[in-house]
């Protein structure tokens, strides 16, 4: 299975936060880290909320699409969502990669 990533419903311009699901995953996540779209170099580290969440407040406004970075707790591997969530992405919805563990 892909992993999913719910983005919550108090998500917006200046705070994004995303429910991580994935099936077949190789145990917990370790590190999560967003990289915008309008700079290809930096990935910016989210903190976890609590469960499978994860939050970024960075301060200023946030600019779609989102690559996402996974690393596990168990292996130690690192997976790449790129560009999973979309440009105009909206609060409760999900949006599903083709990457996983």
């Known amino acids: 299975?892909?992993?999913?990533?719910?983005?919550?419903s108090g998500s917006n311009p200046y705070y994004?936060?995303?429910l991580i699901e994935y099936?077949?995953?190789d145990g917990d996540v370790s590190a999560v880290d967003l990289k915008q779209a309008l700079d290809s170099s930096?990935?910016?580290?989210?903190?976890?909320?609590?469960?499978?969440i994860w939050k970024?407040?960075?301060?200023?406004?946030?600019q779609a699409p989102f690559s996402?970075?996974?690393?596990?707790?168990?292996?130690?591997?690192?997976?790449?969502?790129n560009n999973v969530i979309p440009a105009g992405w909206q609060p409760g919805?999900?949006?599903r990669s083709v990457v996983n563990f």
């Open 93 to 95: 919805q999900t949006y």
């Open 23 to 25: 099936e077949d995953g």
């Open 56 to 62: 970024l407040n960075p301060g200023s406004p946030l």
């Open 16 to 18: 994004f936060a995303s």
């Open 68 to 81: 996402i970075r996974l690393t596990s707790a168990v292996s130690g591997n690192t997976v790449v969502a």
């Open 1 to 8: 299975m892909s992993i999913a990533f719910h983005v919550d």
């Open 42 to 52: 930096t990935w910016l580290s989210m903190q976890q909320s609590w469960g499978a």
